[in-house]
């Protein structure tokens, strides 16, 4: 195994690019069906893998914000955290509206 692959910190950054770049395929996938279907629950859950995209954007963020602003800063690690624990729990609230709400056939 490569010594930065075993790095919690490395193995965190891939977990999240790779969460990120699914819910972008299906955020964009769900769209697509929304533009086609015109169902309003699948806006709602396009919306809530926007929100994952968020998320995923935030965590990538708090990596590097540290060292692009310096320490100190009001956009610090601890408010990227709080917003991706937001994000999380906006989508979840939607993937539950959506599926509750959705239409009966």
Known sequence: MHPAVGHPDTFNA???TGITLV???LAVLTL???ARERERHLAVVSIAYGLFVLRGVFSVGEEYVEHVLGEGHAVGPELLDHLSGLAVLVALVLFFLAIV???RR
């Open 14 to 16: 891939v977990v999240s």
């Open 23 to 25: 819910a972008l395929v």
């Open 32 to 34: 697509l069906a929304y």
């Open 101 to 103: 709400r959705s239409p």
